[in-house]
């Protein structure tokens, strides 16, 4: 079987509804849109994110789009973590397809398994979202984050939730999930709640730049642990 075909037949085992962002062929040729809404990524103005020489986890990595991004920007390491183990072991024949070194995947649910080894850097791209705020996860995938991460956190997050009109759920219920949660106007301010979460060891470095409209496009945030 060719590559390409072998990169197909992934998409078919792993199901075009697991497959998060755009896949393609070794032609260029897309083979899955990807499922994922609104995605934006890591700020493309973050010239300094420096990865080189460094061990990095890509935290819900589905098949591994920013673990390679990591890798082919100098990481020394990198550990992609994702609850579904059809996704993960799609993740690693892409590894071998790629012929890629220095980069693992491992089936983990990250916000309640303890971390069994930690990183010079923790990524949690795109991951947080209506569903998993609103079911109290939350904390304990920022948590998890932090376990994992020595010295640098990389955050992508919409920062401006509408409580009742994204969560479904009163004010006051969503209070009781999370009382330390500040809200304004009806909105909840996703990007204070994480910085208040992390102020004690953790400093912002980066933000990217407030954009027209929060509350419908993500911000990339990066931690530097307090010396």
Known sequence: MTKNGEIKKIVEEVGQDKIWRPLYDFESNKLSKGVGHDIDGIDPEFTNLDFTGKTVCDLGCNLGHFTFYAHERGAKTVVGYDMEPKVITGAKKLTALYSVEDVEFETCNFASEPANRTFDMGMLIDILGKINISEGYLIPILKGLENR???????????????????????????????????????????????????ENWDVTYLSKELPNDEQYKRTVHFVKKS
Do not use: C, W
């Open 149 to 199: 991460s020595e010295s640098e956190m990389l955050l992508t997050f919409r920062p401006l939730y509408l409580v009742e009109r994204h969560f479904g759920m009163a004010e006051a219920d969503f209070l009781k999930m999370y009382p330390q949660a500040k809200i304004e106007k009806g909105f909840f301010n996703l990007l204070d709640f994480a910085k208040d979460l992390f102020s």
